[in-house]
């Protein structure tokens, strides 16, 4: 089971990183750009099939490490078609 | 018109972070985690109506700053349902 989280900060916190590459491709010639905000994507794969414990088990990541319940937001989704990973080394 | 570009490592490329946060959540308890990768997610919201448009300007945005070609990909998509923003001050 393949879950993607996207943290985020909560709404009303200011993306510092954000606006700085908000400025920074304005000054490559982007002007057309009203927001931009940078948050962390976060891709699990479980050995987990059922989706909705896997739905709770990634909620408990989230809470004790994952987001900062301060600052951020999370979100989560079951996918099946993450491009395939593997890792070096 | 809203863009969503994810950012991630290459396959392939070691993603430190993303070990430590898996080696990090198994002494919490998780230990069904096969594996996690951490990137970037980046919402963008545009003055651009037309989202074929709107997919080749943010492609221009990733290749001359927001991924860098050699460690990272990236992919986008149009999206109409970010959640809403705000910036703060």
Redo the contacts between chains.
């Keep these: 089971m393949k879950v993607r989280v ?1 943290v ?1 900060l909560k ?5 510092v990183q ?2 700085a ?1 908000k400025r ?2 304005a000054g ?1 010639g ?1 002007s ?17 099939a059922r989706s909705g414990e896997a739905r709770t ?1 990634v909620g ?2 989230c809470g ?3 987001a900062n319940p301060i600052l951020e ?1 999370y ?1 989560m989704e079951i996918v099946t078609d993450l ?7």
């Design positions: 996207l985020r709404p009303g916190i200011m993306d954000g606006a590459v920074a491709l490559l982007f057309e750009i009203a927001e931009l905000r940078i948050g962390k994507v976060i891709d699990i794969e479980l050995d987990e088990r408990e990541m004790q490490l994952l937001e979100s491009a395939p990973r593997e890792v070096a080394g």
